[in-house]
Nanobody, 122 residues
Framework: QVQLVESGGGSVQAGGSLRLSCAASGRTFSSYIMGWFRQVPGKEREFVARITSSSDSTRYAESVKGRFTISRDNAMNTVYLQMNSLKPEDTAVYYC???????????????WGQGTQVTVSS
């Protein structure tokens, strides 16, 4: 079992940057694939990025490729999402999640954080 807590959200102007963190409890964090998703009201939860347990592979949604970077520190039980060149369309609640599968499908993730709001103004 792993519990996830996101932090680092906030309000920023277009072109700015934010760094999200997701702290995990439990001793099995390093065995999980970690993902970041986002959701706006009335829309389905959307894949943003994922990273393997050993950080040897990452994948990104086309909409964030080149602007966002996912990373993790297994010693600190934390996964990060560095978001640069933010756009108003990046506004959403951002969630981190843990999975045994290297997938972009939300249903493949077993554990979720409570989410953190990111608002980008033009």
């Amino acid at each position: 079992q792993v519990q996830l807590v996101e932090s680092g959200g906030g309000s920023v102007q277009a072109g700015g940057s934010l760094r999200l963190s997701c702290a995990a409890s439990g001793r099995t964090f390093s065995s999980y694939i970690m993902g970041w998703f986002r959701q706006v009201p009335g829309k389905e939860r959307e894949f943003v990025a994922r990273i393997t347990s050993s950080s040897d592979s990452t994948r990104y949604a086309e909409s964030v490729k080149g602007r966002f970077t996912i990373s993790r520190d297994n010693a600190m039980n934390t996964v990060y999402l560095q978001m640069n060149s933010l756009k108003p369309e990046d506004t959403a609640v951002y969630y981190c999640a843990a999975s045994r599968f290297y997938s972009a499908i939300p249903g493949r993730y077993d554990h979720w954080g409570q989410g953190t709001q990111v608002t980008v103004s033009s």
